[in-house]
């Protein structure tokens, strides 16, 4: 792993719910950009970062914004484009049932001023076995397949929005 001063590094949380750290490199105290690093944290703090295995998501270069194939070769972090952003989205689900039925309800928490909200329901057969933790599944998965079909349509409206065309793509319309 590499880095030079004023690349900005997101750091995946130490625990899946915790959120994204970002911030710009200051100095590099390896050699030839290894870490540690010395980081300005975009909440102010300034500190060293030795960074471990998959703590890194991604590294972005001002040196490299604009030039060549934005993508990042095989194994190598991402250091192009023009306006690096770090996001934290969270779904909360929310079941509620009995040994026959569940019914889910999923929200999708980000920084959008409208969050999204999809409901999945289950029924056991009178011939399965009652294990609610099957029906908790079913209910969860049926919500959030409806949950990324209307993202992907929010998607769809903002980029005909944009460019004044449908996006035959990303929508079943």
Do not use: C
């Not at 409206?157 to 449908?166: A, C, S, V």
């Amino acid at each position: 792993m590499r880095a030079n001063p004023g690349d900005r590094i997101i750091l995946a949380a130490p625990t899946v719910d915790g959120p994204l750290r970002d911030g710009e490199v200051l100095e590099t105290r390896g050699d030839d950009g290894a870490p540690p690093y010395l980081i300005r944290w975009s909440d102010g703090h300034e500190g060293l970062l030795y960074p471990g295995p998959g703590s890194v998501l991604r590294i972005t270069s001002h040196e490299t914004e604009g030039a060549g194939d934005p993508r990042p070769k095989q194994n190598e972090p991402h250091r192009g484009g023009a306006h690096p952003r770090a996001h934290d989205w969270q779904v909360r689900v929310s079941i509620f049932g009995s040994d026959d039925d569940a019914e889910a309800t999923v929200v999708l928490l980000s920084d959008s001023p409208k969050h999204l909200t999809a409901r999945g329901r289950s029924h056991r057969s009178e011939h399965d076995r009652v294990v609610p933790e099957i029906g908790d599944e079913v209910a969860v998965a049926r919500a959030l397949r409806r949950l990324a079909d209307q993202l992907l349509e929010v998607a769809a409206d903002d980029i005909e929005g944009i460019t004044g065309e449908p996006d035959v793509t990303l929508s079943a319309r």
